[in-house]
């Protein structure tokens, strides 16, 4: 561990990086105190970025708009599909099917439960979010302490030989990564959520959402 933890700390030193990672934190923080609408729409960008990149999710979100909230699930998979989304009519359905839910999850997130107890409420209850899923959604809403284990984090912790590649992403196998992280985290003085932006940058050279 001791090389990945020099990796970022000699990352952490680039003042370009730093700033870049800290004004996403921001921007991330700023969601958290917005709109039930907002928060929801975030949600939304989450669900569609299961199996698909982030880059493309990026610009069919903007393109869509308030129209996860407000498009019948016909009309937004019809939009989905337009602007070239991968899977647009099981996400338009999980979309609508989640809409429901918006005031209970909004309460949900300005309650004192832990950010892995908001995770898994998020996980059980709503539609095309699973472990993954549901810490990018808590990450991108200004919650900090929950690991986005993607294939890009993966492979950078079997680079680093911390991790063998597990064969399928079970839960056992997430939680056992997400571990590794939060010693990694501890290690570089970060919370996961900034982690996984470092990490991220590592891996891509980009700092999405």
């Not at 937004?76 to 099917?97: D, H, M, S, T």
Request: with cysteine; glycine share 4%; hydrophobic share 40%.
């Amino acid at each position: 561990m001791n090389e990945l933890v020099a990796s970022v700390e000699q990352l952490k030193s680039d003042e370009e990086v730093s700033a870049l990672i800290k004004t996403r934190m921001e921007e991330f923080q700023s969601i958290k105190t917005s709109s039930r609408e907002n928060i929801f729409k975030e949600l939304c960008f989450c669900v569609m970025t299961a199996n698909c990149g982030a880059e493309k999710c990026l610009e069919v979100h903007e393109n869509i708009g308030n129209g996860f909230i407000n498009y019948s699930e016909k009309k937004l998979a019809q939009k989905l599909k337009q602007f070239g989304y991968r899977f647009p009519n099981i996400r338009a359905k999980y979309i609508v099917e989640n809409r429901p839910f918006i005031e209970a999850l909004y309460e949900l997130l300005k309650s004192e439960q832990s950010d892995k107890e908001k995770r898994a409420w998020i996980v059980k209850n709503i539609k095309g979010l699973g472990l993954k899923e549901g810490s990018h959604f808590l990450r991108n809403i200004g919650f900090l302490n929950c690991a986005i284990v993607d294939f890009h984090i993966v492979d950078l912790l079997v680079d680093y030989g911390l991790i063998q590649k597990p064969k399928t992403m079970t839960k056992t196998a997430y939680l056992e990564i997400e571990c590794v992280l939060e010693q990694l985290a501890l290690e570089t003085h970060l919370c996961l959520a900034d982690l996984d932006l470092y990490l991220w940058y590592m891996e891509t050279g980009k700092i999405l959402k």
